[in-house]
């Protein structure tokens, strides 16, 4: 969660960034501020336990609050490896502070402490577009959205299930769905690890308020041989005409480890009675439900971006990431807000990972930090980057080299906004 800060920078009065130090209540109503939100005392006692307060950072106006900057710890996914990150949330400027360098300031100092802790990336889900890329992030991410009538979600081919599917409790979600996703992680890159307080906030938790007119939430599992091996959460948007039910399904995850649990999964949801459409707003780029239906078309499919990473340490994100084959490549790295990562890295990459140590060698590409970050889950290639204007090609082939190299089986996805 972001709030931009765009305009001239003026400074009528000093603002520190420095760790917040306060409860739970004076975070949470700092933090409202910002997004025009509202929390109660239930939301406040549920997000308390997820919330990270010691890595909670906050500009004081005096002693007053007038920004925020939190994260999420987790291990994300990336091409042949797992890796600590950052997750970035909980950013914002009050209004009445706004134009004043207060979120350039949170930002720096942010990401000092990402680096003292050992943290090589950070990942974050931005509000507006704009705001991110001037502190080196890049758009890594992109996501699906659906919204396809009843009728024309027929499948290409007839199926005998294989498995079963059962609705469970909210107090079973944790136990039933989380070692699945937790063995989808190494699967695709751009998922990231969750505590048992993420579950419950950002999954499980479901005040009426928040539905936007809909059901409670359900929970669907398959299981395979009494296994689980995918699982849904949606919800249902009843309504009603003089011609009968017109409702629809909101699909807010879906989660499946075989192409048999995942095909069982949307049969289901795609013909929930006393409904006439089903709509997700995340899914991977290259779904695979493009190719089960007869007529994709109908899946009135859209793209859009979604997380955004940042390399931290560019030396210990490019040694540790896996690598499509062999090759040897020099990069120029341009990075002001981060001048640790300044400089020319040679990267000489294999299927486990890479050595990378700084050279005086002739560059083969020269990019951004923000590049660095768009192609380094494998999502965005150079070559894209290249059509952009975006990167300088020093050697000629270097950027098909690089995409050789980068490239991976299934397109980078993050499962949820935090």
């Given at each position: 969660?972001?709030?931009?800060?765009?305009?001239?920078?003026?400074?009528?009065?000093?603002?520190?960034?420095?760790?917040?130090?306060?409860?739970?209540?004076?975070?949470?109503?700092?933090?409202?501020?910002?997004?025009?939100?509202?929390?109660?005392?239930?939301?406040?006692?549920?997000?308390?336990?997820?919330?990270?307060?010691?890595?909670?950072?906050?500009?004081?106006?005096?002693?007053?609050?007038?920004?925020?900057?939190?994260?999420?710890?987790?291990?994300?996914?990336?091409?042949?490896?797992?890796?600590?990150?950052?997750?970035?949330?909980?950013?914002?400027?009050?209004?009445?502070?706004?134009?004043?360098?207060?979120?350039?300031?949170?930002?720096?100092?942010?990401?000092?402490?990402?680096?003292?802790?050992?943290?090589?990336?950070?990942?974050?889900?931005?509000?507006?577009?704009?705001?991110?890329?001037?502190?080196?992030?890049?758009?890594?991410?992109?996501?699906?959205?659906?919204?396809?009538?009843?009728?024309?979600?027929?499948?290409?081919?007839?199926?005998?299930?294989?498995?079963?599917?059962?609705?469970?409790?909210?107090?079973?979600?944790?136990?039933?769905?989380?070692?699945?996703?937790?063995?989808?992680?190494?699967?695709?890159?751009?998922?990231?690890?969750?505590?048992?307080?993420?579950?419950?906030?950002?999954?499980?938790?479901?005040?009426?308020?928040?539905?936007?007119?809909?059901?409670?939430?359900?929970?669907?599992?398959?299981?395979?041989?009494?296994?689980?091996?995918?699982?849904?959460?949606?919800?249902?948007?009843?309504?009603?005409?003089?011609?009968?039910?017109?409702?629809?399904?909101?699909?807010?995850?879906?989660?499946?480890?075989t192409p048999e649990a995942?095909?069982?999964?949307?049969?289901?949801?795609?013909?929930?009675?006393?409904?006439?459409?089903?709509?997700?707003?995340?899914?991977?780029?290259?779904?695979?439900?493009?190719?089960?239906?007869?007529?994709?078309?109908?899946?009135?499919?859209?793209?859009?971006?979604?997380?955004?990473?940042?390399?931290?340490?560019?030396?210990?994100?490019?040694?540790?990431?896996?690598?499509?084959?062999?090759?040897?490549?020099?990069?120029?790295?341009?990075?002001p807000f981060l001048p640790?990562?300044?400089?020319?890295?040679?990267?000489?990459?294999?299927?486990?990972?890479?050595?990378?140590?700084?050279?005086?060698?002739?560059?083969?590409?020269?990019?951004?930090a923000g590049d660095l970050?768009?192609?380094?889950?494998?999502?965005?290639?150079?070559?894209?980057?290249?059509?952009?204007?975006?990167?300088?090609?020093?050697?000629?082939?270097?950027?098909?080299?690089?995409?050789?190299?980068?490239?991976?089986?299934?397109?980078?996805?993050?499962?949820?906004?935090?």
């Amino acid at each position: 969660m972001t709030i931009a800060e765009p305009g001239p920078i003026i400074r009528p009065m000093q603002v520190d960034v420095r760790p917040f130090r306060g409860t739970a209540r004076e975070w949470f109503d700092a933090v409202d501020i910002s997004f025009g939100h509202q929390a109660n005392d239930e939301d406040v006692a549920v997000f308390e336990e997820e919330m990270e307060f010691d890595r909670a950072l906050a500009a004081y106006a005096g002693d007053q609050v007038v920004g925020t900057a939190g994260i999420f710890s987790f291990d994300l996914t990336v091409p042949g490896a797992s890796l600590p990150a950052a997750g970035v949330t909980m950013v914002g400027v009050h209004p009445t502070h706004r134009r004043r360098g207060i979120l350039t300031a949170m930002m720096r100092a942010q990401l000092g402490a990402i680096h003292d802790r050992g943290e090589a990336l950070a990942i974050l889900w931005a509000s507006e577009g704009t705001i991110y890329g001037r502190f080196g992030y890049g758009l890594a991410t992109f996501k699906a959205s659906i919204d396809i009538e009843r009728s024309a979600a027929a499948f290409r081919e007839h199926h005998v299930p294989r498995g079963s599917l059962r609705l469970i409790d909210a107090d079973e979600v944790l136990a039933a769905c989380g070692p699945i996703y937790d063995r989808y992680l190494p699967m695709r890159a751009g998922t990231f690890s969750r505590s048992p307080a993420f579950w419950r906030a950002e999954v499980v938790y479901d005040p009426e308020r928040w539905r936007r007119g809909g059901g409670p939430a359900f929970y669907l599992l398959h299981e395979t041989d009494g296994a689980g091996d995918g699982y849904a959460r949606y919800r249902m948007n009843p309504d009603w005409d003089e011609r009968g039910p017109k409702g629809g399904v909101q699909v807010t995850e879906i989660v499946a480890l075989t192409p048999e649990a995942e095909r069982e999964l949307w049969a289901y949801l795609l013909a929930v009675d006393l409904t006439t459409r089903t709509r997700v707003n995340n899914l991977p780029v290259d779904t695979p439900l493009r190719f089960m239906l007869a007529e994709p078309r109908r899946m009135g499919l859209t793209v859009t971006d979604a997380a955004w990473l940042r390399v931290v340490d560019v030396q210990e994100a490019l040694s540790r990431r896996g690598y499509a084959g062999r090759d040897r490549l020099v990069l120029e790295l341009h990075d002001p807000f981060l001048p640790w990562n300044v400089g020319r890295w040679e990267v000489e990459a294999m299927q486990s990972g890479a050595r990378v140590a700084r050279t005086e060698a002739d560059p083969d590409l020269i990019l951004t930090a923000g590049d660095l970050g768009a192609v380094y889950l494998g999502g965005v290639r150079m070559a894209e980057l290249a059509l952009a204007g975006r990167i300088e090609e020093c050697t000629p082939g270097a950027v098909g080299r690089f995409d050789a190299l980068f490239a991976t089986a299934l397109a980078p996805w993050c499962p949820a906004t935090f």
